[in-house]
């Protein structure tokens, strides 16, 4: 009787190995699988630096983040407004919570454009300068970023932020 188990076992194994050798799956050349993702990675620490507005002026406002944000992650946070704590110490936002989503594109080594999703010639120079800033600190470039701003047909830049200089 324990030959027959045994018999069965390695036949139940043979068909097994069989069926997983022979799956069909042929070797092949390396695939290319397109661009990888844009966008840029604010920043590899777990801080991210805001700018919003106090008294009429911008205002650096740092963040801790769980995890590395996008530069689109980051510009919704404007878009969101400041934290209750931030409120209570005078914080604002000029960009607007329908401003969003928002997309980060290089155009070149030192000039990145930033598309909304209203028209941009709608922003107030403050919400333009928080925008700016705050995707010029997400970009921790040593060289100067200049930023446009896009929405709608309309265009506002090439900017620097002011803060930066």
Do not use: W
């Amino acid at each position: 009787m324990r030959t027959g188990l045994a018999r069965r076992v390695l036949a139940a194994g043979l068909v097994s190995l069989v069926a997983v050798a022979g799956c069909g799956v042929r070797p092949s050349d390396v695939i290319p699988a397109g661009d990888p993702p844009s966008g840029g990675v604010a920043r590899t620490s777990t801080s991210i630096t805001l700018y919003l507005v106090k008294d009429g002026r911008l205002s650096a406002v740092t963040r801790r983040s769980g995890r590395p944000m996008f530069r689109p992650d980051t510009l919704a946070l404007l878009a969101d407004g400041p934290s209750a704590a931030e409120q209570a110490r005078g914080l604002t936002t000029e960009v607007p919570p329908e401003a969003g989503p928002f997309s980060v594109t290089p155009e070149a080594a030192d000039h990145l454009v930033v598309t909304l999703s209203l028209p941009a010639g709608e922003l107030s120079t403050l919400a333009v300068e928080q925008i700016v800033c705050t995707v010029v600190a997400a970009a921790a470039s040593e060289s100067p970023v200049q930023v446009t701003v896009v929405g709608a047909g309309q265009s506002v830049g090439p900017r620097n932020c002011p803060e930066r200089r």
